[in-house]
């Protein structure tokens, strides 16, 4: 994830009512789990 797209991200879920540390959870999670991008050399 981009630095833009964790912004987004974490307005989006402090609309919807999230405290900080569930939306970090989330964002660990996403982090840590999610395929990382292909580097081309």
Not at 25 to 40: G, N, R, S, V
Request: no cysteine; net charge negative; proline share 2%.
């Amino acid at each position: 994830m981009t630095g833009k797209d964790v912004v987004n991200l974490t307005r989006k879920l402090k609309e919807k009512g999230m405290n900080s540390d569930e939306i970090l959870e989330i964002i660990k999670y996403i982090e840590t789990h999610a395929p990382k991008e292909q580097e081309t050399i």
